[in-house]
């Protein structure tokens, strides 16, 4: 066996390879031999092949690669896509990796080229699948409105979309690739991205939160997964978002303080449950529970009380009578009994639930107060008339009186109806000069003076009133300070109080009677046990001839009132079912 049989035996299990195409070329390119593979992927027989030069057959420019291979007399290595007619479509190209090695004899000259061939058509489309796939990857992270980092195990930028290369415009994209976002952005070591960031980067799992980036100052929603290369982050600019949720945070922190601080009384109930969900510190004030024994409750289970009859807000908010507008309406308190008020009710959505906000504004104060004006205003119109009519009736008196005198010596038998007609005349003569009391608008000289000294002096007379009806008065003095006062009328206003008082009690009782002081006024009050006054009837106390006595004037409380004013002073009452007390204030002159 010579050398040539034994290489060729040595070569020929591994020119046979199936999956490589292998030919033997001389220097000049020509084949000597090509294997089975070889002649298969162009369809042709072996024996075709010897002798025909490669570049003939195949004509292409890498014949620059197969004279550098035998210039340099190293091997050369290259893809291509061989054997294709040029209009193939892709599916039919194929794929070679190629190698040309030099051969040498023994004297080291290149003697043959090995030309091998391996088909790497499949492995060429998986690559060209996966650089396809990475585009498109690309061109959905350069295409969506997300801003989109990728970091590297390192904390390095190591892409970034083109929303972000608009995130931030003080710098340019490419400064940031390859730098530590620790570096780049000192502010966000302190910042929850750090904490975040790493959590993703050594644990694996994915975060997402929400931050203010120091940089921008924008909010940003932020998700963070992890990758094998380092982690991706993807965010949304959520300034404008993040600013309305603190715009609505800011307008119910201003409508809590308005609501808790306002002096209107308020609540918020929801329409469903009927139950209090709020109310602020006037509603506590004025209605009288304490927030416990509110919150969470209905005015049922409460045990607010109702009127009779009357509609109340459940029933309102049941008839979706809502919204509505300063309504006069009544209102409930625990202990203080009706008030009035006027109500305005808005829908409002509370924790998903509707609500109405409840307004209500206390007008007892003030209604009060409009009818004293009412009262005053008539008092004055029947005090001017007073003065005027109360002298032309008590002049035609006193005649009548005087002749009435001068008949009854001559008509001794009828002594008793002489009488009983002058006092009848004296009993109209003191009801008119009583009356004239009212006419007062100036007051009578007033002197500093002690009120205690005048009721010691009064307080007798008082007694003997009691006894006459079977009642006992005490009387409580404590030191008081002096005040400006004009003692006939002073001692005119305690009468009447005391009388009606007297009059008042029930058997068996007794009336009191208290001097006190305030840094403001000093006061006297008179209390007695009695039915108490009903709200009616106090409506129209002070009234000229308002009574409920059969024979009384009516006059009593209405002079009363008018020279506590002239007084600078007031009478107030305060009255329930088992007693009844009138204070009388008169200021303290400045400086006590
Ligand atoms: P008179 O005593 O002549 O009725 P007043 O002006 O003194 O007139 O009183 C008016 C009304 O006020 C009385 O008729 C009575 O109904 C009521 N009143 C006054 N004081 C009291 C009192 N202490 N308790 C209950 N009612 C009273
Ligand atoms: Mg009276």
Request: proline letters at 7%.
């Given at each position: 066996m010579n050398d040539t049989e034994k290489r060729s035996r040595l070569y020929e299990p591994l020119f046979n390879m199936p999956h490589l195409a292998i030919a033997l070329l001389d220097k000049?390119?020509?084949?000597i031999e090509v294997n089975e593979t070889y002649a298969k992927s162009d369809n042709r027989?072996?024996?075709?092949?010897?002798?025909?030069n490669h570049f003939v057959l195949y004509p292409s420019e890498v014949i620059v690669l197969f004279r550098q291979a035998l210039e340099t007399r190293l091997p050369v290595q290259s893809v291509g896509r061989l054997f294709?007619?040029?209009?193939?479509?892709d599916r039919e190209i194929i794929h070679w990796e190629w190698a040309l090695s030099p051969i040498f004899d023994e004297h080291g000259e290149v003697d043959m080229l090995l030309f091998s061939l391996r088909n790497v058509t499949n492995k060429m489309r998986a690559k060209h699948a996966l650089i396809k796939a990475n585009e498109n990857l690309a061109h959905i992270l350069e295409s969506i409105s997300s801003i989109f980092y990728f970091l590297d195990t390192d904390y390095c930028f190591t892409y970034m979309n083109k929303a972000a290369d608009k995130?931030?415009?003080?710098?340019r994209p490419d400064d940031m690739l390859g730098k530590c976002i620790w570096d780049m952005?000192?502010?966000?070591?302190?910042?929850l991205a750090y904490e975040k960031l790493h959590t993703v980067m050594n644990q694996r799992v994915s975060e997402h939160f929400e931050i203010l980036l120091p940089y921008t100052n924008k909010w940003a929603d932020v998700y963070v997964y992890p990758s094998p290369q380092g982690i991706s982050i993807f965010f949304n600019d959520i300034t404008a978002k993040k600013e309305a949720e603190l715009e609505f945070a800011r307008t119910q922190k201003k409508f809590a303080t308005i609501f808790n601080t306002s002096p209107t009384i308020m609540s918020i109930r929801c329409l469903?449950?009927?139950?209090?969900l709020e109310v602020n510190e006037a509603w506590i004030d004025a209605i009288g529970y304490t927030r416990d024994e509110v919150i969470g409750k209905t005015p049922k289970e409460m045990g607010l009380p109702t009127t009779p009859g009357a509609e109340t807000m459940t029933d309102v908010f049941k008839a979706r009578q809502?919204?509505?507008?300063?309504r006069p309406r009544q209102f409930h308190t625990k202990s203080r009994g009706v008030r009035e008020g006027i109500m305005s009710a808005s829908l409002m959505e509370l924790n998903g639930e509707e609500c109405a906000l409840v307004v209500t504004t206390d007008l007892t104060e003030q209604r009060a107060l409009e009818r004293e004006m009412q009262r005053l205003d008539k008092l004055n119109v029947i005090a001017q008339m007073a003065s005027g009519v109360g002298h032309e009736i008590r002049n035609p008196l006193t005649v009548v009186r005087g002749f009435l005198q001068l008949l009854q010596g001559r008509y001794p038998d009828s002594a008793y109806q002489f009488n009983m007609m002058i006092s009848e005349l004296d009993r109209a003569n003191g009801i008119i000069t009583e009356f004239l009391a009212?006419?007062?608008?100036k007051p009578d000289e007033q002197k500093l003076g002690s009120i205690n000294d005048v009721i010691e002096r009064i307080f007798p007379m008082l007694r003997a009133k009691a006894l006459e009806f079977q009642r006992e008065i005490c009387l409580h003095v404590s030191n008081t300070p002096e005040v400006l006062l004009s003692e006939p009328e002073l001692r005119q206003i305690l009468l009447n109080l005391t009388i009606n008082a007297i009059e008042a009690s029930t058997h068996d009782t007794q009336v009191d009677i208290c001097t006190y002081h305030t840094d403001k006024d000093a006061i006297v009050s008179v209390t007695n046990k009695g039915p108490g006054i009903t709200p009616e009837v106090k409506k129209l106390l002070?009234?000229?001839?308002?009574?409920?006595?059969?024979?009384?004037?009516?006059l009593g409380l209405a002079i009363s009132y008018n020279l506590a004013k002239l007084h600078g002073g007031s009478i107030e009452l305060d009255s329930n079912e088992e007693e009844t007390t009138f204070f009388l204030r008169l200021p303290l002159p400045l400086g006590t």
């Open positions: 000049e390119f020509n084949y027989s072996r024996d075709f092949f010897p002798g025909k294709g007619s040029a209009d193939a479509s995130h931030i415009k003080s710098i952005f000192p502010a966000l070591r302190e910042s469903r449950t009927d139950r209090y809502l919204p509505f507008k300063e009212l006419a007062k608008t002070g009234t000229p001839f308002f009574t409920t006595k059969d024979h009384g004037t009516g």
